[in-house]
């Protein structure tokens, strides 16, 4: 069984739906979850981070940890065609030494106008 | 601007060449990555560094080497390329002195053995 499992994609949606990307993970020693959104041909980048459960939003994004279930999820208000790429969700253990974190496996993302 | 570079975009090796990825950061951390990238198997951890000369095993090392000679630069090394090599490659470096986990990665190297 695999650390993080992400739901498989692709998914597609119109302008302006609301996107929700969802990860569950096997570890409770996971403290630390982040979401990275990938657009094609470049590295990933850090989009949320947080270490609590509950809900932490910047704009149009929501990140949600539910630790009771081992639940995360990235919730996308008005999604926009830029917001189109793969959406990747990772943990970490408290205290891990060197940032060493564990990805899900990628929720490829289309956002038609 | 933070900048990870990784030396080529695309890569095509034969079986049995010996391959250098080879990636610089310019932000003097201490932490470096190399994931590889496959559909449906996310981002793997090979190999990663804590600081120079020193090195630890990531989930799937098997067929790959690194070197880090110097902090800015952490060459991945595959002995001897197979054709279950072909990935795209992606570096990551992070700062150890903060307490975001933010990693910055390259924009990758696709490689191709055949």
């Known amino acids: 069984q695999k650390e993080v499992e992400q739901d498989p994609g692709p998914l597609s949606v119109p302008e302006g739906a609301i996107v929700s990307l969802n990860c569950t993970y096997s570890?409770?020693?996971?403290?630390?979850f982040m979401w990275y959104r990938q657009y094609s041909r470049k590295g990933p980048e850090l989009l949320m981070y947080t270490y609590s459960s509950g809900n932490k939003e910047d704009g149009r994004f929501t990140a949600q940890v539910d630790k009771s279930s081992k639940y995360i999820s990235l919730f996308i208000r008005d999604s926009q065609p830029s917001d189109s790429a793969t959406y990747l969700c990772?943990?970490?253990?408290?205290?891990?030494?060197?940032?060493?974190?564990?990805f899900g496996q990628g929720t490829e993302l289309s956002v038609k106008p | 601007d933070v900048k990870v570079t990784q030396s080529s975009r695309y890569l095509v090796k034969r079986t049995g060449e010996k391959v250098f990825l080879e990636c610089v950061q310019d932000?003097?951390?201490?932490?470096m990555f190399w994931y590889r990238q496959d559909p449906g198997l996310g981002l793997r951890l090979i190999y990663f560094s804590y600081d120079v000369k020193m090195k630890e095993k990531g989930d799937i090392p098997e067929g790959y080497s690194v070197s880090r000679e110097k902090k800015e630069r952490f060459s991945l090394i595959l002995e001897s390329a197979s054709t279950n090599q072909t990935s795209m490659y992606l570096c990551a470096s992070r700062d150890s002195g903060t307490t975001n986990e933010k990693l910055f990665f390259g924009s990758g190297t696709q490689l191709s053995v055949l």
């Open positions: 932000m003097d951390h201490e932490n």
């Open positions: 570890n409770s020693a996971f403290q630390y």
């Open positions: 990772a943990t970490q253990r408290r205290g891990n030494q060197g940032g060493k974190l564990i």
